[in-house]
C-alpha cells in the first residue's frame, strides 16, 4: 500500500487506541458516534499540513503582527451519505465554518457496484478545498463514484478521509483518482465474500444510527 503516493495511513498511537474500541461490538451507540468524530478530528489536523494560507495583520496588546490564517469559506465537507454523517462533525471542530453537501451512492447487493441516488452541494464548491469523507473504504467503488461526481461540478482540490479501509479499496482509488490525496487511519486486512471489511467494525451506518 505503501507503492501508492497519494495514499497516506496514519500510524499513530492514539488513533489506534480509539480505533480498538470503536471496533468492540460491545462498544454502544453514543460512544460509537464520539469515537468516530474524535479520530476525524485527528485526521482533519493531520491531513491538512498543505493547507494554503493567507497573511492578515493582527493586533496583539502589545504591537501588530502578521499572521497566518486558513481564508474563510474555503473548506466545505461532503459526507457519502449515510455513514458519513458521522464524520461531519469531526472535520468541523477544526473547521466551524465549513459549508456541507451531501452525496448520496447505495450498493447493489448483488452486483457490490455503487449507485448514486442524491447530489448536493454547497455553491461554490469548485474553489473550495473538499474533504469526502465515509468511514469505512471497502471495494471503494462509492468512494471512487463520489470523488467522480464531484470532480464533474468542478472541483480541483478534494482529500478523502476514511477510518477503516480495505486494501481493494485503497488500490481502486490510487487507481482511479491518483490526484486525490486519501488518508486513511487504519489499513484492514480484506474483504469478504459479502464485500465486508475484516476484521472491521461491522456496518457503520448501523452502529452510529442505531438502526441494526
Known amino acids: ?13 492514539l488513533i489506534k487506541h480509539k480505533v480498538s474500541i470503536l471496533r468492540d ?12 468524530e ?22 496583539t496588546p502589545l504591537e501588530k503582527t502578521v499572521q497566518y490564517r486558513v481564508p474563510e469559506e474555503s473548506v466545505a465537507i461532503v459526507p457519502i451519505l449515510r455513514a458519513g454523517l458521522g464524520m461531519v462533525n469531526g472535520v468541523h471542530r477544526v473547521f466551524p465554518t465549513a459549508r456541507v453537501g ?15 441516488y442524491y447530489c448536493k452541494l454547497p455553491e461554490g464548491i469548485e474553489d473550495k478545498t ?11 467503488g462509492s468512494a471512487a ?10 472541483v480541483k482540490k478534494i482529500k478523502m478521509m476514511s477510518i ?7 488500490a481502486k482509488l490510487a487507481k482511479e483518482h491518483p490526484d486525490v490525496p486519501v488518508y486513511v487511519s487504519t489499513l484492514d486486512r480484506e474483504l469478504n465474500a459479502n464485500g465486508y471489511i475484516l476484521p472491521g467494525l461491522g456496518d457503520a451506518g448501523d452502529r452510529l444510527f442505531g438502526t441494526k
Not at 25 to 36: A, S, V
Not at 102 to 116: A, F, S, V, W
Open 1 to 13: 500500500m505503501t507503492n501508492f503516493p497519494n495514499i497516506f495511513i496514519f500510524d499513530h498511537p
Open 25 to 36: 461490538k460491545n462498544t454502544g451507540m453514543k460512544e460509537f458516534r464520539e469515537l468516530i
Open 38 to 59: 474524535e479520530i476525524t478530528t485527528i485526521m482533519t489536523y493531520e491531513s491538512m499540513r498543505d493547507v494554503e494560507l493567507e497573511p492578515v495583520e493582527v493586533e
Open 102 to 116: 451531501h452525496i448520496g451512492m447505495y450498493r447493489n447487493e448483488k452486483t457490490l457496484q455503487p449507485c448514486e
Open 130 to 140: 473538499v474533504f469526502v469523507v465515509d468511514p469505512m473504504l471497502a471495494t471503494g
Open 145 to 154: 463514484d463520489a470523488i467522480t461526481a464531484i470532480k464533474k461540478r468542478g
Open 164 to 170: 477503516i479501509a480495505a486494501p481493494e479499496g485503497i
